[in-house]
């Protein structure tokens, strides 16, 4: 009886110099967190989608009270986002404008140069001889961008391309990093004149192969009153830096390769309304 009492007060003993190790070890070793980190990760948007650059929401709001984020890196929270979080470090931000994904094809009557049975991804499809599309630089169809959108903010259309939808774009860039042939890019929303082509084929060869592709010849270059777009590789580009959207270049473009995004847009909601 005595032996056991004897280990039962031992144990006991023990078990409080123990418990009072970890006591002041938990306190010396603890990893104190910035409260503030807490704070931004409640009013970010929850996505986690990457876009920022971090790994998730937890991982951007970390980053920018360690100052390796700015506090306007949400795409998909934009500039309310921006200024709540700017407001928690107490610093001033400049506000962003909205910037959404514009696919830079429209291509009509291509035909396709073999039958493709493999994965329906653009990334494997082109691989397999530079894609079985006839375009060497359009877009595939395989609706890898769809895919890999987050906020079902784009569909694949009637005519095989995918279709932005701007009122649920975030323009997180998620869609364009999985474009094998680079034809999405992120726009300020301002911006609403695009050349939709991304051909380098000579003028000749490249209205063989589509009817709406970019031809280089020039008329838009010379009407510009900007100088804000310029044929560069066979390709008309724009500087966006020049361009006012005036859609001088959209009128005189006899393939209709360049388009007036508000046009378009003011259009299609003229037919819904009817």
Known sequence: MELILSATITLGILGMIFGIGLAIASDTFAVKVDPRIERINEVLPGANCGACGQPG?????????????????????????????????????????????????????????????????????NIISGGFFGCDYGCLGLGTCVEACKFEAMYMGKDGLPKVIRERCTGCGKCAEVCP???????PESKMVHVRCKSLDK????????????????????????????????????????CTSCGKCVDVCP?????????????ASTVSSQ
């Open 57 to 125: 929401c937890g991982g951007f709001a970390q980053a920018i009270v360690e100052g390796k984020s700015p506090v306007t890196g949400c795409t998909v929270g934009q500039s309310s986002v921006a200024e709540r979080v700017a407001n928690i470090m107490g610093v001033e931000f400049e506000n962003k404008e909205r910037v959404f994904s514009v696919v830079m094809c429209h291509a009509k009557g291509v035909t396709n140069k073999f039958i493709y049975n493999g994965v329906k991804d653009c990334r494997a499809a």
């Open 181 to 187: 042939r680079e034809i999405i890019s992120i726009l």
């Open 255 to 267: 393939n209709h390769t360049i388009i007036n995004y508000a046009r378009a847009l003011s259009s």
């Open 203 to 242: 003028g000749a060869v490249a209205k063989k192969i589509c009817q709406d592709s970019c031809i280089a010849c020039k008329r838009c270059e010379k009407e510009c009153p900007y100088d804000a777009i310029h044929v560069q590789n066979n390709l008309a580009v724009i500087d966006y830096q020049k």
